[in-house]
Structures are given as C-alpha cells and as structure tokens.
C-alpha cells in the first residue's frame, strides 16, 4: 500500500531511464541472452578478422599495456593476455563460486543427486580426448587434448531455453550440473597439464596470500574488499609463478564464506522492527527522510547484507558483468579466424582441426549418454522424473558447444598457425552441437505441461 499523508496519495514515479532501460532489463533475464550476446560477438569477430580491416582487428589485441607499481610491480602484456590471463581469472572466480554452492547445498551436494551429472561429465570429457588423441597421436600436436574437453554453459543452457516446456526443468538442472563438473575438470587439466616453467618462489607467495583468504575466513571476516585485495596479490603471484592465473581466481572463490552472519528468522524480526520505527508518526513529512526514518533504512541495509553469504551476495552481483561484459570480450578478442590469408588460410584436411571439430560433435554426446546409460545400467544412478534417454542424447549433443572454454585452452596449448586450425575446430564443432541438440530435442520430445 503506498504511503498516505492526510488525504494524498504519494504512487511511485517511473523515471524516464526507467522506461528506456526496461527492455533491456528483461532482455538480461532471459535464459538464453547471455549465449545471443556471446554469439553475436564470436560472428563480430570472425568478420572482421576476414574483412578489409582483418590488419586493425589483429593489432588491436597486440596493443601493449603496462600497469607498473614502483619497483615492486611491473606487468607489461598485450591488451589480449589482459583479456586472457586477467579478465577471465574473474570469469574462473565466478566458476569456482558456483561449484563450491552446487557442492554445499546445490544438485552436487549428495552423492545421489551428484552421480548422474559427474558420471555423464566424466563420459563427456574422456571420449572428445580420446577421439583427438586418435587423430593427433605421433604429432607435436597432440598437446591440444584437452580443447574438446569442457562444455559452455551460456551456449548450451540458451539453446535448451528456446526450446521452452520441451526441456523439463530437471533437463535444465542436469545439464547445469554437468558443465558445473565440465569446468571443473578444464580448471585442473589447466593446473596439472597446461603450466610450464614454474617458479616455486612465486607459487609459494601465491599460496600464501590464499592460506591469508582461508584465514579471514575463519576470523568471520565478511567484508568483500579484504578477500578482494588479498586475491589480487594471490592472482600477481600466481601469475609470475608459471602456473596459469586464472587458478587464482578458483582458489580464491573456495576462500569466499558461504555462511551467513544472521539467520532468516532474524533478519524477518529486525526488519519488522526497523519498519516499525520507519513508519512511527514523525513531524510533518518532507521530501527527504527524517533522520530516524534514515536510521531505519541503513540499518535495514546492514541486515539485508548480513542474510546473504558474501558467496551468495558476490554470485549475484558478478554474473551480469561476466555473462555481457567479459565473455562477450573474451569471443571478440579469441573467435577471430583468418580464413583467407595466405598465412594463416585454413588447413582443412588438418588433424588438430578435426580432431577438435569430432571431438565436440561426436565425443560429448557419445561419452555422456554412454557414461549415464552404464551409470543406470549398473544402479548408481537414476534418469531424473520427466527424463528419458531422448532427452539424455540432447543433452549430449548441447555438451558439444565447448566454445570458452575449448577458445582459452586452445590458447594455453597452441601458437600461430595452429591455434588457427583449434579456433576454427572448435567454431564448426560446437555450432554443429550446438544445432544438432536443439534439433535433436525439437523432433524427439514432446512438450510438457507448465509446472
């Protein structure tokens, strides 16, 4: 009810920013926009890497740029390690924060409910290795087995949006749950198989300043800003040491606390209280709030703060910055692919290619429906209710969209030329999983009644 003074009504305004930002809003709530935005900018970036201004596109990501801090500090990179090395160790922090709630209190966190998904996943990261390790086996280039290995979950989850009440919710959940495992996999094939030259002074600083996060964590430190700076010198360290950066971002995401300082029923009898104050009769009302009624609603911000997790609270306000910010620059800087240079033409009798391209196509959706199928076969696992195998194959097939992930690996294994052929690999297999999973689920399932 709006508030009353005397016989006026007092309604709330829409703002003329309001009216102009609400599309855009709703267009951010959708499922499926944050795999439009990626895929508008994979498209963006492939055109222009083959247009008249392919030269600017390339320079453009080989722009130097230094960040220097006396003579302490000293970072001097092109603009495309920042986007890989800095901006996607933000992308991992928020990665590694979803793993540690699905572990917790999420569709991973019993053995009943995880054995599906981590089976299915494991089936969907072994067979792509094996189909590249086929083709590629004898070479220098086989070093790229882990490209096909990891599924989008911005692409995937959009393709099983479009198709509404024919993907049940559990579809939805499962698949969440399988790229959750998928990207957890890719974190430590990075960790163990992709760092080389590594400096166990820095790595030693690396791990202390995330012993500090750990620490702050047990004090019942809640402030964000402290694990912030603290993660920022663990990322510096971690850099330096050899050992792919965007590790820190993981680390530095299970140092994160997932409990809360109040309880709801706490928060829900503070709340009332504040409110109450809020709403005692006070002097004639003015345009601005009164000092008790000021009082009221910070000390109603301060609770709202203490009933969320600072896990909880940094999910929620990180996830639109990745989602339309920093993947959307990872595929602008990363999915460019000359295609008619005499360079850099594309090779397409190449191994690595379709060693890439098969094994997103085929690998993912042979490995994870093979992998449940024994999984059920044997009784460890059981098909959620509303789904069947025809579901399951889908599924298999919307695993094959390895885009992030596979780009950023491809980068850690390969140089030049034949981080061309991965790129294009990984382009062409995961557009065709992509394609043939929404097909797949089109044709083969029905669509069910709303919940």
Same mark, same amino acid.
């Given at each position: 009810?709006?508030k009353?003074?005397?016989?006026r009504?007092?309604?709330?305004?829409?703002?003329?920013?309001?009216r102009?930002s609400?599309?855009f809003?709703?267009?951010?709530?959708?499922?499926?926009?944050g795999?439009i935005?990626?895929?508008?900018?994979?498209?963006v970036?492939?055109?222009?890497?083959?247009?008249?201004?392919?030269?600017?596109y390339?320079?453009l990501?080989?722009?130097?740029?230094?960040?220097?801090f006396?003579?302490?500090?000293?970072?001097d990179?092109?603009?495309?390690?920042?986007?890989?090395?800095g901006?996607?160790?933000?992308?991992?922090?928020?990665?590694?924060?979803?793993i540690?709630?699905e572990?917790?209190?999420?569709?991973?966190?019993?053995?009943?409910?995880a054995?599906l998904p981590i089976?299915?996943?494991?089936g969907?990261?072994?067979?792509?290795?094996?189909i590249?390790?086929?083709?590629?086996?004898g070479t220098?280039?086989?070093?790229?087995?882990?490209i096909?290995?990891?599924t989008?979950i911005?692409?995937?989850?959009?393709?099983?949006?479009?198709?509404?009440?024919r993907?049940?919710?559990?579809?939805?959940?499962?698949?969440?749950?399988?790229?959750?495992?998928?990207?957890?996999g890719?974190?430590?094939?990075?960790?163990?198989?992709?760092?080389e030259?590594?400096?166990?002074?820095a790595?030693?600083?690396?791990?202390l300043?995330?012993?500090?996060?750990?620490i702050?964590?047990?004090?019942?430190v809640?402030?964000?800003?402290?694990?912030?700076?603290?993660?920022?010198?663990?990322?510096y360290?971690?850099?330096?040491?050899?050992v792919?950066?965007?590790v820190?971002?993981?680390?530095?995401?299970?140092?994160?606390p997932?409990?809360?300082?109040?309880?709801?029923?706490?928060?829900?009898?503070?709340?009332?209280?504040?409110?109450?104050q809020?709403e005692t009769?006070?002097r004639?009302?003015t345009?601005i709030?009164?000092?008790?009624?000021?009082?009221?609603?910070?000390?109603?911000?301060r609770?709202?703060e203490?009933?969320?997790?600072?896990?909880?609270?940094?999910?929620?306000?990180?996830?639109?910055?990745?989602?339309?910010?920093?993947?959307?620059?990872?595929?602008?800087a990363?999915a460019?692919?000359?295609l008619?240079?005499?360079?850099?033409?594309?090779?397409w009798?190449?191994?690595?290619?379709?060693?890439v391209?098969?094994?997103? #196509?085929?690998?993912?959706?042979? &490995?994870?429906?093979?992998? *449940?199928?024994? %999984?059920?076969? !044997? @009784?460890?696992?059981? $098909?959620?209710s509303?789904?069947?195998?025809?579901?399951?194959?889908g599924?298999g097939l919307?695993g094959?969209?390895?885009?992030?992930?596979a780009?950023f690996?491809?980068?850690?294994?390969?140089d030049?030329?034949? #981080?061309?052929l991965?790129?294009? &690999?990984?382009?062409?297999g *995961?557009?065709? %999983?992509?394609i !043939? @999973?929404?097909?797949? $689920?089109?044709?083969?399932?029905?669509?069910?009644?709303?919940?």
């Open positions: 009810m709006p009353r003074y005397g016989a009504i007092l309604p709330g305004r829409t703002l003329p920013i309001e102009l609400r599309p809003q709703e267009f951010a709530h959708q499922a499926s926009s795999g935005v990626l895929l508008f900018c994979a498209i970036a492939l055109l222009w890497a083959n247009s008249l201004f392919a030269p600017a390339f320079r990501w080989q722009t130097p740029v230094e960040v220097r006396g003579a302490w500090i000293a970072l990179k092109p603009l495309l390690l920042w986007i890989n090395d901006l996607m160790a933000i992308f991992f922090f928020l990665v590694g924060m979803e540690k709630r572990l917790l209190v999420g569709e991973l966190a019993s053995w009943r409910q054995m089976v299915a996943a494991i969907g990261m072994v067979m792509p290795a094996l590249f390790y086929a083709l590629n086996a220098p280039e086989i070093r790229g087995w882990g096909p290995m990891a989008d911005a692409f995937a989850l959009g393709a099983l949006a479009l198709l509404g009440t993907a049940p919710l559990a579809l939805k959940v499962l698949l969440s749950a399988l790229a959750i495992i998928d990207d957890l890719a974190v430590l094939v990075i960790a163990l198989f992709y760092t030259n590594m400096k166990p002074n790595l030693f600083y690396a791990l300043a995330f012993t500090g996060m750990l702050a964590n047990r004090l019942g809640r402030n964000t800003l402290v694990y912030f700076l603290i993660g920022c010198v663990m990322w360290f971690m850099l330096k040491s050899g792919h950066a965007t820190a971002g993981v680390l530095g995401a299970w140092a994160i997932v409990r809360q300082r109040i309880a709801p029923e706490q928060y829900v009898a503070c709340v009332r209280e504040y409110l109450r809020f009769p006070h004639k009302p345009i709030l009164n000092p008790i009624q000021q009082s009221a609603v910070e000390a109603i911000e609770a709202s203490r009933v969320q997790s600072p896990l909880q609270r940094l999910e929620h306000v990180l996830h639109p910055w990745v989602a339309f910010g920093i993947l959307p620059v990872f595929a602008l990363n460019g692919v000359s008619f240079g005499e360079q850099n033409a594309i090779d009798g190449s191994r690595v290619l379709w060693g391209a098969l094994g997103l #196509l085929l690998g993912k959706p042979i &490995g994870i429906t093979l992998a *449940s199928w024994l %999984a059920v076969r !044997a @009784g460890v696992a059981q $098909l959620p509303g789904v069947g195998w025809a579901h399951i194959g599924v919307l094959g969209i390895g885009f992030t992930m780009l690996i491809a980068q850690l294994a390969y030049a030329h034949t #981080l061309n991965a790129k294009m &690999g990984v382009l062409i *995961s557009a065709a %999983a992509g !043939a @999973g929404f097909l797949w $689920l089109r044709l083969l399932t029905h669509p069910q009644p709303e919940s």
